[in-house]
């Protein structure tokens, strides 16, 4: 027996309720430049790059904006409506920002949900970043 399927799978219900529940927590690099793509202005979600400023301009995804997880407070979000739906991302698979910043989120009572992959997830996919250019 592998160590695979030596704890059993779980059984159909539970396995379809759970990644059910998944897509209510994530999305992914596609679902998101699908969005951009098909018109930039009617996006219904706001796109947190979560990281360094200094690593956003380096690139970050198309439409972001940049708010480091750890500056995410009220007085940030004031601007946009109670219900308005908020992505985090952050460097990639082996980064937690995105994870951070969607707790903080949650914790002041925003809906989030998190952009599997990052930035690594962007450009495996074959998306461009956008650079901010030196002033």
């Known amino acids: 027996m592998s160590s695979v399927s030596a704890v059993p799978a779980a059984d159909s219900a539970a396995a379809l309720a759970h990644y059910?529940?998944?897509l209510a927590f994530e999305t992914?690099?596609?679902d998101v430049h699908a969005a951009f793509a098909r018109d930039p202005l009617a996006v219904d979600f706001v796109l947190l790059d979560v990281r360094s400023p200094a690593l956003f301009a380096q690139g970050h995804v198309p439409g972001a904006v940049n708010l480091p997880h750890g500056k995410i407070?009220?007085?940030k979000l004031a601007g946009?409506?109670?219900?308005?739906?908020?992505?985090?991302y952050c460097a990639g698979p082996h980064?937690?920002?995105a994870t951070?910043?969607?707790?903080?989120?949650a914790e002041l009572g925003r809906p989030v949900?998190?952009?599997?992959?990052?930035?690594?997830?962007?450009?495996d996919e074959g998306f461009e970043l956008a650079v901010v250019e030196p002033a």
Do not use: E
């Not at 946009?80 to 985090?88: R, W």
């Not at 951070?100 to 989120?105: D, E, N, Q, S």
């Not at 949900?113 to 450009?123: A, C, R």
């Open 100 to 105: 951070r910043g969607a707790i903080r989120l």
């Open 28 to 30: 992914d690099c596609s």
């Open 20 to 22: 059910h529940a998944s």
């Open 95 to 97: 980064c937690n920002g």
């Open 80 to 88: 946009y409506p109670a219900d308005t739906l908020f992505v985090t």
């Open 113 to 123: 949900k998190i952009m599997i992959g990052g930035v690594t997830g962007w450009l």
């Open 73 to 75: 407070v009220a007085s």
